[in-house]
């Protein structure tokens, strides 16, 4: 990796800022945290941080308070959930500036949690003073907020401005170094697979894998689009009709994307609707996943795939007997014994609706953040890290 990590800081004695994402699902009234599993995701490196010596300062925002303080939103429930997880007490800070921020840092305790970043207007905007009162008292920052590290703000960006060295948290560093090993010089054969709604969201990842994978895998509601580039008949499906000649245009130099050969049809999108297999759409039908022909196409690449890029479901995976096309990729990236990475959001639900999440080699943490990289895009929040 390029940018200093947190194993090359000399942590002892020294309080430390960390950015982490514990923008966790709350119930109604934002008391109960339903979903746990970005505080765990951060203990690692908090453990290792306490084990070297060093003092913490926790930073995050949650939901989208637009700018101004929301109990519904407030971490309180982040700190008691984290205290209980690692057995020791959180000093809580009302604001992550001002006085009550300032208090907190200079105490005694070992892991300070300030309040919502976001409930400042500030942090969204990158304002630097606003970042040089995140910085005080803290001698180095290190961001562990992957899913955060496309936004340029001021607990991203700005901060690192005014402390000695940024450094990746072990997080951040597993991020970087699974999505650089499948986009730089990957092993080949090399294939990339994507799903999901729209070919809009994802024009600079297919433009950006196809500059390196050996075969690019279509699925989900984006292969309407090409297919009716390609002048076959799409029925009811979602086809963006403004990015048909994008589409066109892409399969014009692109020898190695694959399309659906056939497809699950339904008359609509519910459980329990009347379904069948197709290989041409009839017009009163939705696609609503990649047929068995297709299945077993794209199973045969990926059976001899070293790497595997995955982005997207193939179908509306969230609505059984149209989850099935989905299931079996994820069934067969986790047979193929390939280096394989999955983009975070649906396709993670995917794999673990499959029940193959332990047989990925990475699962990434970040949708946003990890569509960037794959697009190509350098992340505001890596870049702005201190250089090895």
């Not at 429930?77 to 208090?103: N, T």
């Not at 180095?140 to 000695?164: E, L, M, Q, W």
Request: include cysteine; charged fraction near 25%.
């Amino acid at each position: 990796m390029a940018k200093l990590s947190i194993r090359d800081l000399d942590l002892k004695g020294r309080r430390i800022f960390i950015r982490v994402d514990f923008n966790v699902p709350l119930a109604p009234g934002g008391h109960e945290i339903t979903s746990d599993k970005r505080i765990r995701a951060s203990l690692p490196n908090i453990k290792y941080a306490l084990d070297n010596g060093a003092k913490i300062v926790l930073a995050s925002h949650l939901g989208r308070p637009k700018g101004k303080p929301n109990p519904e939103m407030s971490l309180k429930p982040v700190a008691r959930k984290l205290q209980e997880l690692l057995g020791q007490s959180i000093a809580f800070a009302e604001d992550c500036i001002g006085p009550a921020a300032d208090a907190a840092k200079r105490s005694d305790s070992a892991i300070v949690l300030l309040e919502n970043l976001r409930f400042h207007p500030e942090e969204e905007k990158n304002d630097a003073a606003f970042a040089q009162q995140l910085a005080r008292h803290c001698d180095y920052y290190v961001n562990d907020a992957f899913g955060t590290a496309h936004r340029a703000h001021a607990s991203t960006v700005g901060i690192t401005k005014f402390v000695p060295k940024a450094a990746a948290g072990l997080l951040m560093e597993k991020e970087l170094e699974y999505l650089t090993k499948v986009t730089h010089n990957p092993p080949r054969p090399c294939v990339g697979i994507l799903g999901g709604a729209k070919v809009s969201d994802k024009i600079e990842v297919i433009e950006n894998l196809l500059k390196f994978v050996d075969s690019l895998l279509i699925g989900g509601a984006m292969a309407y689009t090409f297919l009716r580039a390609q002048g076959l008949p799409t029925g009811k499906s979602l086809v963006e009709e403004d990015k048909v000649d994008l589409a066109r245009e892409i399969l014009s130099h692109a020898q190695q994307l694959m399309l659906p050969v056939d497809h699950v049809v339904a008359a609509e999108v519910k459980e329990g609707a009347y379904y069948d297999v197709v290989e041409t759409i009839p017009d009163n039908m939705i696609g609503v996943d990649i047929g068995p022909k297709t299945i077993e196409a794209y199973a045969k690449v990926i059976a001899g795939a070293k790497t595997i890029i995955w982005n997207g479901p193939m179908g509306v995976f969230e609505k059984p007997p149209f989850d099935v096309g989905t299931v079996s990729i994820g069934k067969a990236v986790a047979a193929s014994g390939a280096l394989s990475v999955v983009g975070g959001g649906d396709s993670e639900k995917a794999v673990k609706s499959a029940g193959v999440a332990d047989k990925i080699s990475h699962i990434s943490t970040g949708g946003g953040a990890s569509l960037e990289f794959l697009s190509g895009i350098e992340l505001p929040g890596v870049a702005a890290l201190t250089d090895k």
